[in-house]
């Protein structure tokens, strides 16, 4: 099955910068997010590829991936200082903007069912109140 182009958002305010893409129905190991200078890539893997083979599809509009993404931020950004959440089928990474060039892999810890987190030092913690 091919990737499916995941639409993205970016943000831009207070010398931070946002990212936002829907990839429902996956768990947050499934998410493999990597940026490299200003250009972000997201992708999963399909989650339940064998899904397709439970019957006969009726109608078939959506998976729960492949996904694939690429964005270019409009600045650096410090990756080890992301922090990213994957709750409700968004994934969310917010970076600090940076003076240099980055790169590097975003790894999110699963909180939950399907919801996964990376904690950086951006913005506050995500588990305060």
Same mark, same amino acid.
Do not use: C
């Given at each position: 099955?091919? /990737?499916?182009?995941? +639409?993205?958002?970016? &943000?831009?305010? /207070?010398?931070?910068?946002?990212?936002?893409?829907?990839? +429902? *129905?996956?768990?947050?190991? /499934?998410?493999?997010?990597?940026?490299?200078?200003? =250009?972000?890539?997201?992708?999963?893997?399909?989650?339940?590829?064998?899904?397709?083979?439970?019957?006969? &599809?009726? %109608?078939? #509009? !959506?998976?729960? *991936?492949? $996904?694939?993404?690429?964005?270019?931020?409009?600045? !650096?950004?410090?990756?080890?200082?992301?922090?990213?959440? $994957?709750? /409700?089928?968004?994934?969310?990474?917010?970076?600090? #903007?940076?003076?240099?060039?980055?790169? *590097? @892999?975003?790894?999110?810890?699963?909180?939950? =069912?399907?919801?996964? %987190?990376? @904690? *950086?030092?951006?913005?506050?913690?995500?588990?305060?109140?």
């Amino acid at each position: 099955m091919p /990737n499916r182009r995941v +639409p993205m958002n970016v &943000y831009r305010e /207070n010398e931070r910068i946002m990212v936002s893409a829907p990839v +429902p *129905g996956l768990e947050p190991s /499934n998410i493999h997010i990597r940026i490299e200078g200003r =250009t972000v890539t997201i992708k999963s893997e399909q989650r339940g590829p064998r899904q397709e083979r439970m019957g006969q &599809y009726v %109608q078939s #509009e !959506w998976t729960a *991936g492949p $996904y694939q993404g690429v964005v270019t931020l409009p600045a !650096w950004v410090e990756v080890e200082k992301a922090n990213a959440t $994957y709750d /409700n089928g968004v994934l969310v990474i917010i970076f600090p #903007e940076s003076r240099v060039s980055t790169s *590097g @892999v975003i790894a999110m810890e699963k909180i939950g =069912t399907s919801k996964g %987190q990376l @904690v *950086g030092h951006v913005g506050k913690d995500l588990h305060s109140p």
